[in-house]
């Protein structure tokens, strides 16, 4: 951090529903987490929220 940065720490209440987050792959959780990750990152640098929902929901891929 540059030497004058201030940090500040916000509080945010997270609410996350993920109830087909078990049923996925591996892999594709691990994907899942990592978008969670920077969505609220992206929220924490760029939104003055309070509270932020977080809703997964497994659903299969539509035929070609």
């Known amino acids: 951090w540059p030497p004058n940065h201030k940090m500040v720490l916000v509080t945010v209440t997270v609410d996350v529903s993920a109830p ?3 049923t ?3 892999r594709v959780r691990d994907e ?3 978008v969670v990750r920077e ?3 992206n929220v924490r ?3 003055a ?3 932020v929902t ?3 929901e497994a ?3 539509p035929s070609p």
């Open 24 to 26: 996925l792959p591996t």
């Open 20 to 22: 087909d987050l078990a």
């Open 39 to 41: 969505a609220l990152t």
């Open 59 to 61: 659903r299969p891929q």
């Open 45 to 47: 640098k760029h939104a």
């Open 49 to 51: 929220a309070g509270r």
């Open 32 to 34: 899942v987490v990592a």
């Open 54 to 56: 977080v809703a997964i």
